[in-house]
């Protein structure tokens, strides 16, 4: 019972941690929206870093495995991922101008495909379907019309907004994860049994008779009956 006890304890303690984790995402979340430029070339640096030391990982695992037969698209692929991230890093500006450019034709393409395929099939999802390709149609074209000015918000933006859900996902989790382990914790806890009454003295001393109750006399609307009679 006590480690049961600790172990639940540490849990809680553990998803305070994660709320606390949420709670300084959706804090960075909220910055980045304020400022949206900071917020991009952040990002991009973030994303410059992780294909630089995903690239070294991967050229590390590559040269451990050099017997194998996919040694030498381990090692090309590594060294892609460790030249883009030299690239986004010296340039992230530049970076950030090309990725907005593509996130904005990615718009388009869907957007498209879905208001296309939404005429053409009109299935049970129809309005939606047409909804959100007319949404992507709208937000590509945008995108594009105020390119390259857009890629110093539309990245921040979106890596803004991922932090910000991502942070509630993991208040919400920490916060009921709590609230979870105090129910099963006293749930878990033994009920102490009440005592019994203890008798009360009678007036000199004596204990008190214990009252019994009344039993109900079934018979006596026979008896005044049969006295009527």
Known sequence: MVRETRESKKLSRNFGWLAFLGILLVIGGLVGLVYTG????????LFGWLLLVGGLVGLLQSVQSRGSNFFWLGVVVAALNIAAGVVVIRHPVVTAEALTMFAALLFLT????????????????????????????????????????????????????????????????????????????????PETPDAPEEPRPGPAGQEAPVQTPERADFHKPQDQNRSEN
Do not use: K, N
């Open 110 to 189: 869907g957007g498209l495909f879905r208001v296309v395929g939404s005429l053409v099939v009109r299935g049970p999802q129809f309005g939606w379907t047409l909804v959100q390709g007319a949404f992507g149609l709208l937000l590509g074209i945008l995108v594009l019309f105020d390119w390259p000015h857009s890629s110093l918000y539309v990245l921040g933006t979106f890596f803004s907004l991922a932090l910000l859900f991502d942070g509630l996902g993991l208040v919400a989790i920490g916060i009921g994860g709590r609230r979870v382990m105090t129910m099963v914790s006293e749930a878990m806890e």
């Open 38 to 45: 900071f917020a991009t070339l952040t990002s991009m640096v």
